[in-house]
């Protein structure tokens, strides 16, 4: 009998988002016992993301949650993500790429599956509508050789980003199987009490429902 305490342990990078959330589901399915880690590194939707992150820890009972804060990102600057002055829309949608950020995730990531000792790290990076070259494939198996080069407490730590081939459209689908949730997940990258219907993850997501003939159950500012 498979206890939860017998199964193996998985760091998950959970933003609150559909995809990190679909990620997540993924990990449960194949036998891991998660380990949320919620990273706030002032980003202006901060609030709305950890209030769905905590949903989505309670939901899926995981171990536990952390949350990192790295608040010198937005000091550095570079990214319309840290901006409240810029509605970040289809003209601009490369501002929404934060400098090297799915490094520094994965990072902290492998530093709290080392010293906890879990086996992988998932991340909910997908492969189409690509905007960010740190979510490419490409850059996940470079990571992953970084991680067994620069480990020492656990070497074998797997980066895991089971979305990574998926469009947004078979993302929901495969969440859609799998019970997620998507009424707790926020996607929006603009700071509104609704979600703009504007940024590129607002319209990639309306689009995967659309695409699906399912109902997006949030919520959008009327256009």
Known sequence: MITPESKPL?????????????????????????????????????????RSATTLAAHFQAITLDTVRLPWLKRF???????????????????????????????????????????????????????????????????????RLGTMLKTDIQIIAPLIHMNKAQVVQTGTSLNVPFELTWSCHNATKLSCGGCSNCRSRQAAFQSLGLTDPLKYNAK
């Open 77 to 147: 600057g570079g990214s319309g993500l840290f901006r409240r002055d810029v509605e970040l829309n289809e003209s601009n949608e490369r501002f929404e790429y934060v400098p090297f950020r799915n490094s520094i995730l994965l990072a902290v990531g492998v530093v709290l599956a080392e010293v906890s000792g879990a086996d992988r790290v998932y991340i909910g990076s997908t492969g189409s509508d690509r905007i960010c070259p740190d979510n490419s494939p490409e850059f996940m198996v470079a990571f992953q050789q970084l991680t």
């Open 10 to 50: 998985a760091v998950c990078l959970v933003s609150g988002g559909l995809d990190s959330a679909v990620a997540v589901a993924v990990a449960q399915r194949d036998g891991f016992q998660t380990r949320f880690l919620f990273v706030e590194y002032g980003q202006k939707t901060a609030s709305k993301e950890r």
